[in-house]
């Protein structure tokens, strides 16, 4: 019985991963351009599917946008992919070293996210961060110098691909503790409201993460204080190998919170995560904390020395692409209201393709980090500490 059981459900939720893309999509396309691609033309758009609430009334399912932003939206979401697939094959050839996790599948959240929000807002994540780091404003060089160590890169060669960091986007990293980013983000959350900023913390997390006790305690000082912290579980469905129906007797997130409301969103409809994030921060800064549950998924393995296929199939993940892929949805709306040709859309593939490249040779020119460096970032400065060798006769090196 508990195996049928078992099986029931991993059958059920696999099914629940591939939903059509919205019917609107596969009507025919018109012939004729009949709006300018740098249009501010406003377009009213359907979520592919509705927004799923708890203690609180869905935003609506119709979204603004114009074709610019959904030209940008498909821009840097190819640029996204086209950047961890390059990271893939650094890592495979050891000039990438130590964990990496990569984010294709997801690029929705990251894209969506940033088109709803200001610099002045926070974003703190854990450590699949590259893309949300370059939706932040964060360069190619910076990313794949970090990558490899070298000193151009965001956190001078030090983090490596699990702690980016940029204060001054907003950007608080990349963490490689699991949860531990949250309470961070309400922290963040609490200095907003302390400085009367106007602005909010958006704490990312995945569904391996939502079941951390720091959590949860996170949650309850923000909801007593009515903090301005969003907290969005990036739902793909595996914390590391393990199937959520596996590790959470409940896996409806977004109603983790209990007293405090959530929203359930398909994470891999752009504009979908736009308009909840839009409905999240204006919800957050009159009432406090909320919680988002973006419904994504993630096609390489939990980190690289993951497959990926040893715990969902192959078909799964084909069928996600075919059916979910927040890129080809995007495209398919492009092509829809012909803002642009097919031809215009892989010049665009062939432009981001070229962009990486040349991202990755001005990295593989930057230098190691000096040794110093390793005694940077860590002690005030001007403390007066030394580092001697082993006897304490030779004074090896004294800290700024």
């Not at 998924?297 to 296929?309: C, E, I, K, L, T």
């Not at 092509?335 to 962009?355: C, G, M, N, S």
């Not at 190691?368 to 006769?393: A, C, Q, W």
């Amino acid at each position: 019985m508990a195996l049928s059981h078992m099986a029931t459900s991993s059958s059920s939720s696999r099914s629940n991963l591939l939903k059509p893309l919205t019917a609107v999509l596969s009507c025919t396309l018109p012939h004729r351009r009949t709006i300018s691609s740098d249009s501010t033309t406003t377009l009213t758009i359907e979520t592919s599917v509705p927004f799923t609430a708890h203690k609180i009334d869905e935003p609506s399912r119709s979204v603004e946008t114009t074709p610019k932003e959904l030209l940008t939206f498909f821009r840097h979401m190819a640029l996204m992919r086209r950047m961890e697939i390059a990271a893939d094959s650094l890592y495979k050839a050891k000039l990438i070293r130590g964990f990496c996790h990569l984010y294709d599948g997801q690029e929705a959240v990251a894209v969506g996210m940033e088109a709803a929000i200001t610099k002045k807002d926070a974003i703190i994540t854990a450590y699949r961060d590259h893309c949300t780091f370059l939706g932040r404003g964060g360069t190619l060089l910076e990313i794949f110098a970090e990558l490899m160590g070298r000193q151009a890169g965001c956190s001078r060669g030090k983090g490596g691909s699990m702690h980016f960091y940029k204060k001054e986007f907003g950007f608080y990293g990349g963490h490689g503790i699991v949860g531990a980013q949250v309470p961070l983000g309400c922290g963040l959350a609490f200095a907003q409201k302390y400085s009367k900023d106007e602005a909010v913390t958006f704490a990312l997390y995945g569904d391996g993460a939502a079941n951390q006790g720091q959590l949860f305690e996170a949650l309850n000082i923000s909801a007593l204080w009515d903090l301005p912290a969003i907290l969005v579980c990036e739902n793909n469905h595996y914390g590391m190998g393990t199937a959520e129906w596996r590790a959470a007797k409940s896996p409806s997130y977004y109603k983790r919170g209990d007293y405090v409301p959530g929203l359930k969103v398909d994470g891999m409809d752009a504009l979908a995560v736009k308009q909840a994030c839009k409905f999240a921060k204006e919800y957050a800064l009159k009432n406090g904390p909320i919680i988002l549950e973006m419904d994504t998924y993630r096609y390489h393995g939990h980190s690289m020395s993951d497959p990926g296929s040893t715990y969902r199939t192959r078909d799964e993940i084909s069928g996600v692409r075919q059916e979910r892929d927040p890129i080809e949805r995007i495209r398919k709306l492009i092509l829809f209201h012909d803002l642009a040709t097919e031809k215009e859309l892989k010049d665009t593939e062939k432009e981001v393709r070229k962009e990486v490249d040349e991202a990755i040779a001005k990295a593989k020119e930057s230098p190691m980090p000096d040794p110093h460096e390793l005694f940077t970032n860590i002690y005030v400065k001007d403390s007066g500490l030394e580092v001697f060798g082993p006897d304490r006769k030779e004074l090896r090196y004294a800290l700024p």
